[in-house]
């Protein structure tokens, strides 16, 4: 577990105030399930090689993720291949495999010696519509596929009830003690399709909490179309989910996943909830997931951007030897490098902290000029200024 030192979070006292902290059990920790093999994977024009996911299983575990989801083999002979590889690995987190209610998908993992297995279908009408499934069928289905994979060697099922958000309350309560009494370990509040604000996950997660009770394990998976994933998981452990399920860089179908680094920082500092995960780590496996998925996610992206710690403007840099005064926590948290860089908005302090950067003498009475030559030319070129045009617009100065 990574305990943030909290002379390291700088945030606002206001985040003290009882109606802020109140709800949140602070005796358990919250535990990550990744599925950036399987869901993540699902982003639009993403796929991974065996030799990647392998790669991507292992950076996980670095990072101290409990629970990687390996894939589905049924999907391809090269994802049968991942999950081999990874299920051989011995790695620290448990490695689990995704399966639909179907007895030739469970089968694949009963044959291939996973343990762990979550198992899902659908259950608001809309969606059993969409496959032609009744009620009845469902129940089948779930009854019948936990009962196989208990049967027949797999330890623990987390049963997944897709599109949980927007199913009959009755009827999920029904399904879920169902697979529950059919022997699943554990269960799964599933926003498919990311349709629930923060409030309502929080009032969903704690009714079925009630439902099942203390002792179920209780994960919360949830979508980002309204951009509220990482706000909708906080609220769903204030509900009472014990695991956020979610992807690294918040990969996923549609707008993607809630991305459980971003969610495992904001706990730590905004809610003092402490949580399995390894902050350190997080810049390194998101930069060999975004090279494995051939994309580059945005430079300002919570916790894994290039340019978080990074300085352009001559106001921020002014006050770049107080960090707290610009930044909400420690670079230290995430292991990224502070660092000023000259463009079009440097001032007169970014050019002295550059110089001082790269060792370079320059009176300063020629501040001015030196910025002045910075701005025309990195204006001109719409991008930043390399340290080396730097180095040579210095030299000019000074001759």
Known sequence: MSNIPRDQIWTSPLNDMEAVQAGFDRTKTIRFYDTTLRDGEQSVGVCFSPDEKFAIAQKLADLGVGRIESGFPRVSVEDTEAVERILAADLSSEIWGFARCVQADIDAHIELGTEYTLIEISTSDVKMQAYGFTREKVFERVTGSVKHAKDNGIKRV?????????????????????????????ISVVDT?????????????????????????????????????????????RGGADWIQGTINGMGERAGNADICEVGLALQCLYKVPVELDLSKAREVSRLVQSSGNYTVDGWKPVVGEFLYTRESGAVANQFHIPEAIEPYSADIVSAERKIVLGKKSGLSSIKLKLEELGLDAPADSYGEILSEVKSQATAAKRLMTDDEFRSVVSHTLE
């Open 158 to 186: 987390n049963f997944f009830a897709v599109d949980s958000t927007r199913s009959d309350l009755s009827f999920l309560r029904d399904v879920y003690s169902a697979a529950l009494e059919s022997g699943a370990d554990e």
């Open 193 to 237: 399709i990311g349709a629930c604000a923060p409030e309502t996950v929080e009032y969903l997660v704690g009714e079925v909490r009630s439902w099942v009770g203390d002792s179920v394990p209780l994960h919360w998976h949830g979508h980002n179309d309204f951009g509220l994933a990482t706000a909708a998981a906080i609220a769903a452990v």
